[in-house]
């Protein structure tokens, strides 16, 4: 007895195996990842500063933001000695010299 025929031959869309390899990932759904693994070497991608946008030459981060600093841009506070950005850090002009203040600590100063 011989197969029976498909109803829905013209109107079925075609079933093929698709194999989605390397070259199809990186031109689509990976293509950003993919190019910065490629592009930038590893341990070689630079953090900018937060308040100056210089490259980061080292690990100080605002212990406020936890935003990354250059070393031109870190604040100690004149208080606690915790190290604070630009954005987080007030000056304190009341006295002969200037002391910055971290944000925490200028709260119980004011």
């Known amino acids: ?8 031959a013209d109107a ?10 390397q070259r199809e990932l990186s031109r ?3 293509a950003e990842r993919y190019s910065r693994e490629i592009f930038d070497p590893p341990g070689a ?5 937060c308040s100056c946008v210089r490259a980061v030459d080292g690990k100080a981060a605002c212990g406020q933001c936890e935003r990354a ?9 004149g ?28 709260a119980f100063e004011a």
């Open 69 to 77: 600093l250059c070393a031109r841009c870190v604040r100690v506070c």
């Open 1 to 8: 007895m011989p197969k029976r025929g498909c109803t829905f």
């Open 28 to 30: 689509g759904v990976c």
């Open 45 to 49: 991608a630079t953090r900018a500063c």
């Open 79 to 106: 208080s606690c000695g915790a190290v604070a950005c630009a954005l987080c850090a007030l000056v304190d002009c009341g006295d002969v010299q200037e002391t910055g203040l971290c944000a925490s600590c200028a």
């Open 12 to 21: 079925a869309p075609l079933q093929l195996k698709v194999r989605v390899g």
